[in-house]
């Protein structure tokens, strides 16, 4: 089963920009990997999902042209380049690995412990 940590979160202002990245452990080998984000008192949500070559890609509405997922499988890293933040864009913000591209949390089988955006207005 692969591990997962995350990083680089933090407080930033509205309309300034995060990278967070997602450590794996015991490989990234054909999973694909996913971000999600869980609001204080709201549902765990999709963000973004990525392919375990890179080459699908999916994203919430809500996220779309702001939001870039990537990966390096040479590092065993996940990437989530975030810009143009807003307010409604602070969550926990959570990696996930499963076996294949999907939006549902179901379909994923790890998941990190996540790491705290805030954006301030």
């Known amino acids: 089963q692969v591990q997962l940590v995350e990083s680089g979160g933090g407080l930033v202002q509205a309309g300034g920009s995060l990278r967070l990245s997602c450590a794996a452990s015991?490989?990234?080998?054909?999973?694909?990997m996913a971000w999600f984000r869980q609001a204080p008192g709201k549902e765990r949500e999709f963000v973004a999902t990525?392919?375990?070559?890179?080459?699908?890609?999916s994203y919430a509405e809500s996220v779309k042209g702001r939001f870039t997922i990537s990966r390096d499988n040479a590092k065993n890293t996940l990437y989530l380049q975030m810009n143009s933040l807003k307010p409604e864009d602070t969550a926990v913000y959570y990696c996930?690995?499963?076996?294949?591209?999907?939006?549902?949390?179901?379909?994923?089988?790890?998941w990190g412990q996540g790491t705290q955006v805030t954006v301030s207005s």
């Open positions: 015991g490989g990234m080998f054909s999973v694909a």
């Open positions: 990525i392919s375990w070559r890179g080459r699908s890609t």
């Open positions: 996930a690995a499963g076996p294949i591209l999907s939006t549902e949390k179901s379909d994923f089988r790890s």
